[in-house]
């Protein structure tokens, strides 16, 4: 649990009724929609009662206005319980920041209520099936003709995109070519009942079972002109902006997820009696315990680190949400290991230990936002390799 002194009284009291949550409501549930892959909506629906859909947005707006350090002390509580509702939840936040940064006024007055209230659910679609990390490679395109973007193209991975309450998304697609020949993209907003445009498939995943990860077709999809988001030709730095905020809250549900791994890993090795004492008395358990402890200390401080540079607005804070997702990442992917372990045979039963369940989940936070390669190499671009 983050004690840190920069949490706020308010951001204290958010985390204690998050961990309240989290705790009594989440996690009795979370091995069910994990099995089901069904899309926990009425948890959704609650956090929203509680006021937790717009907590970085300005009142004015809707939201809270709290602090990225307090917002990721909430966060973390919310993902030690289950990482479906933490990941959908903060692509919702990060996705309302960007409408925030890069929206008309127009455009935050008719679409940020709505997204501070939880009465949509918001997406982002950058990746492709042929472009990831290289999202300069996409191939989607939208064409101005007649005051309307005409798209065509598809989208891969796409979270939060086919929920109950999900309406369109925040489109990065090609505008144009650049004299050097690098494609000029921007981002475009589509709505949920724009023609052409279609919401395929639920994607099957290993772990985040319960979320909702589409595929997304544009058959000569027509939208508004004035529906684009922010400058044209800026649309992958608009993205990337948002990202830094992905980032730090990649870390912060690393943290939550590795610290899972630990408390139900203590609470195992204290009950469980091989050859004749519980199996924490053994060194071998021991170390890997202690280990899990200091790792998920610095997981949380350099999040924490991040989070503050993010409030201070310094220029620092680009390379310290890199570190903290990198780091953090790494961490819970080692703690879920370590707690498998811990667990012997239980930690791969599917009922009534949650063990196998976070190991499947840890992993893909080495992907997502950014796969750790990416991450060390903005880092070591910085370093100025
Ligand atoms: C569950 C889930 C949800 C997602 N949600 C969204 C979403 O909402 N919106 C969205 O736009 N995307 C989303 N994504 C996509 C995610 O951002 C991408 O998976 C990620 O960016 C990596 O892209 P890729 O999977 O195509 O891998 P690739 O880019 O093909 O990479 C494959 C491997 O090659 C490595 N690699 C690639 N290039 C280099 C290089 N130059 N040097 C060294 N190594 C390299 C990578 O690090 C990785 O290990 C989601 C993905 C998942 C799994």
């Not at 209520?113 to 490679?137: C, F, Q």
């Not at 023609?195 to 319960?210: C, D, M, N, S």
Request: proline fraction near 4%; include cysteine; hydrophobic fraction near 40%.
């Amino acid at each position: 649990v983050i004690h840190d002194v920069d949490v706020t009284p308010k951001g204290r009291e958010l985390q204690q009724t998050a961990r309240e949550f989290a705790r009594e409501v989440i996690a009795p549930q979370a091995q069910g929609f994990w099995d089901s892959a069904e899309f926990p909506q009425h948890i959704m629906d609650q956090m929203a009662e509680m006021g937790f859909m717009g907590l970085l947005a300005p009142e004015e707006y809707g939201g809270s206005g709290i602090s990225t350090v307090d917002y990721v002390a909430v966060l973390e509580e919310i993902a030690w319980a289950d990482m479906t509702v933490a990941l959908t939840w903060q692509v919702h936040i990060l996705i309302t920041g960007n409408y925030l940064k890069f929206g008309t006024e127009e455009q935050r007055q008719y679409w940020v209520p709505k997204m501070t209230s939880g009465e949509i659910l918001v997406a982002l679609g950058g990746t492709e099936p042929d472009a990831g990390s290289d999202l300069k490679s996409i191939k989607t395109t939208a064409v101005r003709e007649d005051g309307h973007w005409v798209i065509n193209g598809r989208k891969m991975f796409i979270t939060n995109a086919g929920t109950p309450r999900s309406d369109g998304l925040v489109l990065l697609a090609r505008t144009g070519t650049r004299k050097n020949g690098d494609p000029d993209l921007s981002t475009i907003i589509v709505p949920k009942d724009a023609p052409g445009f279609r919401v395929g498939e639920k994607i099957r995943t290993l772990g985040w079972r319960a979320m909702d990860n589409r595929y997304l077709y544009f058959e000569d999809c027509r939208v508004p002109e004035e529906n684009l988001l922010g400058v044209e030709g800026k649309g992958l730095s608009n993205i990337m902006t948002g990202l830094d905020l992905g980032r730090i809250a990649f870390g912060a549900c690393s943290t939550g997820l590795a610290q899972a791994c630990l408390d139900h890993s203590l609470e195992y090795a204290r009950e469980r009696v091989q050859f004749g004492q519980p199996i924490s008395k053994y060194q071998a358990v021991q170390m890997k315990l202690a280990d899990m402890a200091t790792k998920i200390d610095a997981a949380r401080a350099l999040t924490l680190n991040a989070a503050r540079a993010r409030d201070a607005g310094s220029p620092e804070m680009s390379m310290a949400a890199a570190k903290a997702k990198l780091f953090a990442s790494r961490t819970c992917v080692e703690c879920s290991d370590e707690a498998f372990q811990i667990h012997g045979g239980r930690g791969f039963l599917l009922d009534g230990y949650p063990i196998a369940r976070l190991y499947a989940d840890a992993k893909t936070m080495e992907v997502g936002e950014g796969t750790n390669e990416m991450q060390r190499m903005a880092i070591a671009k910085h370093l100025g390799c």
